[in-house]
């Protein structure tokens, strides 16, 4: 699994995801294990677990592991299994024990550990000769993430820097998996031969031979790439070397070349088959995607709360977050049991994005009903859409003891339902993260090589560039070429990425990012307190003053919260000009902090990854490369705190704009739409300059050509 942990739930949930195996691998296959625990209110004798195999049923079990964990294993018949991808479906059906309510089906869940489940192989498996399918058929390790222990021994030379990062990248594209976490380290210090974790060994022959039993064969003729056992034999490992770093350098890119994309070719999906099964198609305006397509089967469903999802992908360049509709074009049935009040919601990335009420009783057949969805919950990269229905019958106010386990479908939802995007803008904008987690932009879009700046060369450092450029290149779909540079002002006003201690960064960096230019003294100050600031007089006045402000305070929210829910206004609409930006100063609490802004003068876009210390920017980067966090990235500045697990991001107020890679009139015409959409008071204010100039020219024109005294 690709998880710690699989939730599914409702009354009805679905998970699907791809695995890689060997030819090796699909021949010894033998059974699979799941281990689950479910909610005391799930009702053993009508809730089901289900999983399929390639399309294939493995096995059925009763939900009933409410009092702890419990492991099953189901054999795996021969032929199921094969070389390259297979397919898993996980389906639960749950019932609840008393309730009938709609509120009560938020309490079923069953939890599918990952510790716990697995696919075994029978006895003497041989271990693949390919390098590139040992990591294509790596998984997860029980914590859901997937870890490459890279063995450098001779580290610490600029010019190792770029292949090290490039053959970090490559991994983490061919394996594919959404939790890649790298260490740099330059001796084995444990073996990584458990599920989910690979040793790399990458350096001369000379270097490896002091830590390594053997070597491959031609190490000291020239660039190898091989599969060797683990210095205790009982796992693999991947061995890159040669005579001379030039020769390893050779290897990485004969290793790597298999991932290479060239940049001006259009990508067609994001991959996210490794925990979420299809791929995510990208969607760049005008396209009509069956449910089919996107992975939803037709499905009858007899229970209150009916919940699927799929997943689409937006470029970069995505600029529609103020005007324009998608549309799901329903093709779907309920029964004559379902009464006025049920109603379908559709949800974006978890916002609530539109609900239709289902008003006409005694059943009914939708047949590509159009359902609107506004595209401001829409964000460059991978994009989750959730369709639930929730059926309201007058027997579930009654509840009798057989009403809820009853087989008769309520609703069906059919695969030839269809998800359009319309036409959109295209225009890319800086600073934002969001298009940096979503695509990698702007360093996968460009031909030159970033600038890298790192402050030291040393593990906990280079272990934080591959762990933020590995998954940059996984939502990229290739490597990204970068160029370190010994000191920050060999920069210059191109493209960079700065990783380095908060005291490393430079001061005119952090003054470009707009960040607070005290930050190394600031983020964790000392400690010490100032026992005298405690002893201040209490003073009346002081209490009127803040009471009094407060009440101001709390009705300048209310007005704008009202604005901002009864007629969609915000504050960055209701402005001329961009408003200004405050120094960024993370809370003492954050581990990290991921920024972007522009270059010097503006031509290049430099973001920072920094941390108050180098331990914590190796740690805390292993956690920001999760895919749940990963997923929550965007503004300008971006902090993480691992003890709170807690994310806060700021938004970009002075935004910048990227020339359009679309130079029709239509996007054009698109682009204005967008904009003048965000600027309200811009739009009412040429709309009242415009109707002035046609009064003013109206009585101009009718004095000189009307009636004459």
Same mark, same amino acid.
Request: glycine share 8%.
């Given at each position: 699994?690709?998880?710690?942990?699989l939730a599914?739930?409702?009354e009805?949930?679905?998970s699907?995801?791809?695995?890689y195996?060997?030819?090796?691998?699909a021949?010894?296959?033998?059974s699979?294990?799941?281990?689950?625990?479910n909610?005391?209110?799930?009702a053993?004798?009508?809730s089901s677990?289900t999983?399929?195999?390639?399309?294939?049923r493995?096995? @059925?079990e009763n939900?009933?592991?409410?009092?702890?964990t419990k492991?099953i294993?189901w054999?795996?018949p021969?032929g199921?299994?094969?070389?390259g991808?297979?397919?898993?479906?996980?389906?639960?059906?749950?019932r609840h024990?008393t309730?009938?309510?709609?509120?009560?089906?938020?309490?079923?869940w069953?939890e599918v550990?990952?510790?716990?489940?697995?696919? @075994?192989?029978r006895?003497?498996?041989?271990?693949?000769?390919s390098?590139v399918?040992a990591?294509?058929?790596?998984?997860a390790?029980a914590?859901g993430?997937t870890?490459f222990?890279?063995i450098?021994?001779?580290?610490?030379?600029?010019?190792?820097?770029a292949?090290?990062?490039?053959?970090?990248?490559a991994?983490?594209?061919?394996?594919?998996?959404?939790?890649?976490e790298?260490a740099?380290?330059p001796r084995?210090?444990?073996?990584a031969a458990?599920?989910?974790?690979?040793?790399?060994?990458?350096?001369?022959?000379?270097d490896?031979?002091?830590?390594?039993?053997?070597?491959?064969?031609?190490?000291?003729a020239?660039?190898?790439?091989s599969?060797?056992?683990?210095t205790?034999?009982t796992?693999?490992?991947?061995?890159i070397?040669?005579?001379?770093?030039?020769?390893?350098?050779?290897?990485?890119?004969?290793f790597?070349?298999?991932?290479?994309r060239?940049?001006?070719a =259009?990508r067609?999906?994001?991959t996210t088959d490794?925990?979420?099964?299809?791929?995510?198609r990208?969607?760049?305006?005008?396209e009509?995607?069956?449910?089919?397509?996107l992975?939803?089967?037709?499905?009858?469903?007899?229970?209150?709360?009916?919940r699927?999802s799929?997943n689409?992908?937006?470029?970069?360049?995505?600029?529609?977050?103020?005007?324009?509709?998608?549309?799901?074009?329903?093709?779907?049935a309920y029964?004559?049991?379902?009464?006025?009040?049920?109603?379908?919601?559709?949800?974006?990335?978890g916002n609530?994005?539109?609900t239709v009420?289902?008003?006409?009783?005694?059943?009914?057949?939708l =047949?590509q009903?159009?359902?609107?969805i506004?595209?401001?919950?829409?964000r460059?990269?991978l994009?989750?859409i959730?369709?639930?229905?929730?059926?309201?019958a007058?027997?579930d106010?009654i509840c009798?003891?057989?009403?809820?386990?009853s087989?008769?479908?309520?609703f069906?939802?059919f695969d030839?339902?269809?998800?359009?995007v319309?036409?959109y803008? =295209?225009?890319g904008?800086?600073?934002?993260?969001a298009?940096?987690?979503?695509?990698?932009?702007?360093?996968s879009?460009q031909?030159?090589?970033?600038?890298?700046f790192?402050?030291?060369?040393?593990?906990?450092?280079?272990?934080a560039?591959a762990n933020?450029?590995g998954?940059m290149?996984?939502?990229?779909?290739?490597?990204?070429?970068?160029?370190?540079?010994?000191a920050?002002n060999?920069v210059?006003?191109?493209?960079?990425?700065?990783?380095a201690?908060?005291?490393?960064?430079?001061?005119?960096?952090?003054?470009q990012?707009n960040?607070?230019?005290e930050?190394a003294?600031?983020?964790?100050?000392a400690?010490?307190?100032?026992l005298?600031?405690?002893?201040?007089p209490?003073s009346?006045?002081?209490w009127r003053?803040?009471?009094?402000?407060?009440?101001?305070?709390?009705?300048?929210?209310?007005a704008?919260?009202?604005l901002r829910?009864?007629?969609?206004?915000?504050?960055?609409?209701l402005?001329?000009l961009?408003?200004s930006?405050t120094?960024?100063?993370? @809370?003492?609490?954050d581990?990290?902090?991921l920024?972007q802004?522009?270059a010097?003068?503006?031509?290049?876009?430099?973001?920072v990854?920094?941390?108050?210390e180098?331990?914590d920017?190796?740690?805390?980067?292993?956690e920001?490369?999760?895919q749940?966090?990963?997923?929550?990235?965007e503004?300008r500045?971006?902090?993480?705190?691992r003890?709170r697990?807690?994310v806060?991001?700021?938004?970009a107020r002075?935004?910048?704009?990227?020339?359009?890679?679309d130079?029709?009139?239509?996007n054009?015409?698109?682009i204005?739409a967008?904009w003048?959409?965000?600027?309200?008071?811009?739009?009412?204010?040429?709309?009242?300059i415009?109707?002035?100039?046609?009064g003013?020219?109206?009585a101009s024109?009718? =004095?000189?050509?009307g009636?004459q005294?």
């Amino acid at each position: 699994m690709s998880a710690e942990t699989l939730a599914l739930t409702g009354e009805f949930a679905r998970s699907s995801w791809a695995i890689y195996l060997t030819a090796e691998q699909a021949q010894a296959g033998h059974s699979v294990t799941l281990s689950y625990q479910n909610a005391i209110v799930v009702a053993p004798e009508t809730s089901s677990l289900t999983l399929f195999i390639n399309n294939r049923r493995i096995g @059925e079990e009763n939900i009933s592991a409410s009092n702890g964990t419990k492991s099953i294993t189901w054999t795996i018949p021969d032929g199921v299994l094969r070389a390259g991808g297979n397919d898993l479906d996980l389906v639960v059906s749950q019932r609840h024990r008393t309730d009938c309510d709609i509120r009560s089906t938020y309490d079923l869940w069953t939890e599918v550990d990952g510790a716990g489940s697995y696919l @075994e192989f029978r006895p003497y498996l041989k271990a693949t000769t390919s390098a590139v399918e040992a990591v294509q058929a790596l998984g997860a390790d029980a914590e859901g993430r997937t870890r490459f222990q890279m063995i450098v021994p001779s580290l610490g030379a600029l010019e190792q820097v770029a292949p090290l990062l490039r053959v970090s990248q490559a991994l983490a594209v061919m394996s594919g998996m959404p939790n890649p976490e790298f260490a740099f380290q330059p001796r084995i210090e444990a073996e990584a031969a458990s599920p989910g974790q690979m040793t790399v060994a990458i350096g001369t022959a000379a270097d490896l031979e002091e830590i390594l039993t053997g070597l491959p064969p031609g190490a000291e003729a020239g660039p190898v790439t091989s599969v060797l056992p683990s210095t205790d034999g009982t796992g693999s490992m991947i061995v890159i070397t040669g005579p001379t770093w030039s020769d390893v350098g050779r290897a990485i890119d004969t290793f790597s070349a298999p991932v290479l994309r060239p940049l001006t070719a =259009r990508r067609e999906s994001l991959t996210t088959d490794r925990w979420h099964r299809p791929n995510a198609r990208f969607v760049f305006g005008g396209e009509r995607l069956s449910l089919s397509e996107l992975g939803i089967p037709s499905t009858e469903f007899s229970g209150r709360r009916f919940r699927s999802s799929f997943n689409i992908a937006l470029p970069s360049d995505f600029y529609a977050g103020a005007y324009g509709e998608a549309v799901l074009y329903l093709d779907a049935a309920y029964s004559g049991s379902v009464t006025a009040g049920s109603q379908i919601n559709i949800y974006v990335n978890g916002n609530i994005a539109s609900t239709v009420p289902i008003t006409e009783e005694g059943g009914g057949i939708l =047949r590509q009903a159009p359902i609107r969805i506004t595209m401001r919950h829409l964000r460059p990269g991978l994009n989750r859409i959730d369709m639930e229905a929730v059926l309201i019958a007058e027997a579930d106010a009654i509840c009798a003891p057989t009403s809820d386990s009853s087989p008769e479908p309520r609703f069906a939802l059919f695969d030839s339902s269809s998800f359009y995007v319309p036409k959109y803008a =295209r225009l890319g904008q800086t600073p934002n993260l969001a298009g940096l987690s979503g695509t990698g932009f702007p360093y996968s879009r460009q031909e030159q090589p970033t600038a890298l700046f790192l402050d030291r060369i040393r593990e906990e450092t280079l272990s934080a560039a591959a762990n933020i450029l590995g998954k940059m290149a996984q939502v990229a779909g290739t490597p990204i070429a970068v160029e370190p540079v010994s000191a920050a002002n060999a920069v210059g006003a191109r493209h960079a990425i700065f990783v380095a201690r908060a005291d490393q960064i430079p001061a005119n960096v952090l003054a470009q990012l707009n960040l607070n230019q005290e930050l190394a003294s600031s983020w964790r100050p000392a400690t010490d307190q100032d026992l005298s600031s405690m002893d201040s007089p209490v003073s009346l006045d002081d209490w009127r003053e803040r009471m009094e402000g407060g009440t101001v305070a709390q009705r300048i929210s209310a007005a704008r919260a009202w604005l901002r829910e009864k007629l969609d206004f915000t504050e960055g609409a209701l402005r001329f000009l961009p408003g200004s930006e405050t120094a960024f100063t993370p @809370e003492m609490e954050d581990d990290l902090l991921l920024a972007q802004g522009p270059a010097l003068n503006g031509a290049g876009i430099w973001t920072v990854l920094t941390a108050p210390e180098t331990q914590d920017l190796a740690l805390a980067s292993g956690e920001l490369v999760r895919q749940d966090i990963w997923q929550q990235v965007e503004g300008r500045a971006f902090s993480y705190s691992r003890a709170r697990n807690e994310v806060r991001a700021v938004e970009a107020r002075n935004l910048s704009f990227l020339a359009p890679v679309d130079n029709t009139f239509s996007n054009y015409r698109l682009i204005a739409a967008n904009w003048l959409s965000t600027n309200l008071l811009s739009y009412a204010a040429a709309i009242v300059i415009l109707s002035c100039l046609l009064g003013l020219t109206t009585a101009s024109l009718l =004095r000189w050509l009307g009636r004459q005294q």
